[in-house]
């Protein structure tokens, strides 16, 4: 519950899905809170308003990476443990989403023009979508441990 609540924070003063994932996480992690806001900070609205994977959903795999990801002096099995993660993170949040795509869950709203930008104002999506998409990864990485 903390994490869903520093998560859902973050995201309404306004840091981008991915930050708000690494933010949430940033104890488990030893990250300082600079350092969690700022590496995750292009990865926001499907990686820097291009609508491809979900902030939230690489927010995520950065902390599987973190958690399960292959360091120096360290042998390919935990590569395949952290695809393993990976794959269980994105299939779970397609299955409750119906993808992990930025601009699918966003109806085909573009992010990267004004246009899109004032669609998505007028449509509450950052609370009626992304909010829920955020929250949504928190409660999946405390189940994947």
């Given at each position: 519950?903390?994490?869903?609540?520093?998560?859902?924070d973050?995201f309404l003063?306004?840091y981008?899905?991915?930050?708000?994932?690494?933010?949430?996480?940033?104890?488990?992690?030893?990250?300082t809170?600079?350092?969690a806001?700022?590496?995750?900070?292009?990865?926001?609205?499907?990686i820097a308003?291009k609508?491809a994977?979900?902030?939230?959903?690489?927010?995520?795999?950065?902390?599987l990476g973190?958690?399960?990801?292959r360091?120096?002096?360290?042998?390919r099995?935990?590569t395949?443990?952290?695809?393993t993660?990976?794959?269980?993170?994105m299939?779970?949040?397609?299955?409750?989403?119906?993808?992990?795509s930025c601009r699918?869950?966003?109806?085909?709203?573009?992010l990267?023009?004004?246009?899109?930008?004032?669609?998505?104002?007028?449509?509450?999506?950052?609370n009626q979508?992304?909010?829920?998409?955020?929250?949504?990864?928190?409660?999946?990485?405390?189940?994947?441990?």
């Amino acid at each position: 519950m903390e994490r869903s609540a520093a998560a859902k924070d973050m995201f309404l003063k306004g840091y981008n899905c991915a930050q708000s994932i690494l933010y949430a996480f940033r104890k488990e992690l030893a990250l300082t809170e600079e350092t969690a806001l700022k590496i995750s900070t292009g990865l926001g609205a499907g990686i820097a308003r291009k609508g491809a994977v979900c902030g939230a959903v690489t927010g995520g795999i950065l902390i599987l990476g973190m958690r399960h990801g292959r360091g120096l002096n360290e042998d390919r099995t935990a590569t395949e443990t952290t695809y393993t993660k990976t794959q269980e993170l994105m299939s779970l949040f397609t299955s409750k989403h119906g993808s992990c795509s930025c601009r699918q869950l966003l109806k085909g709203c573009n992010l990267s023009t004004q246009d899109g930008q004032d669609f998505f104002k007028e449509k509450d999506y950052l609370n009626q979508i992304c909010l829920k998409c955020v929250l949504s990864v928190v409660d999946i990485l405390e189940q994947i441990k």
